[in-house]
């Protein structure tokens, strides 16, 4: 069965830094570009970064450009999303999501069950 599972959320101070990990299972990572998005109450859900399947591109939101990196090794059918200078409008429900298509891709086959990302003092 084709899996995502997202980990690393938590509660961090505005400023801090937190990493959050997409494992894969059950199907090739390294064929597959990888997205993260969040969604928030009230809000859409958004698209914050992508990553090509060989890491070679990457795309970020601009809200988040100059703060998030995403980064990805095949090897160990991971994606890391480098989350710093964080503030509270950062706070969301984080998901990966894997699609065939080239980074950035407006749909994805395969979802994450989520993890909470909360930026507050």
């Known amino acids: 069965q084709l899996q995502l599972v997202e980990s690393g959320g938590g509660l961090v101070q505005p400023g801090g830094s937190l990493r959050l990990s997409c494992v894969a299972s059950?199907?090739?990572?390294?064929?597959?570009?990888i997205g993260w998005f969040r969604q928030s109450p009230g809000k859409e859900r958004e698209g914050v970064s992508c990553?090509?399947?060989?890491?070679?591109?990457?795309n970020h939101a601009d809200s988040v450009k100059d703060r998030f990196t995403i980064s990805r090794n095949n090897a160990k059918n991971t994606v890391w999303l480098l989350m710093s200078r964080l503030m509270p409008e950062d706070s969301a429900i984080y998901y990966c999501?894997?699609?065939?298509?080239?980074?950035?891709?407006?749909?994805?086959?395969?979802w994450g069950q989520g993890t909470q990302v909360t930026v507050s003092s």
């Open positions: 999501a894997a699609t065939l298509w080239d980074c950035p891709a407006d749909e994805y086959d395969n």
């Open positions: 059950g199907f090739p990572l390294e064929d597959y570009t």
């Open positions: 990553i090509s399947s060989n890491g070679y591109i990457t």
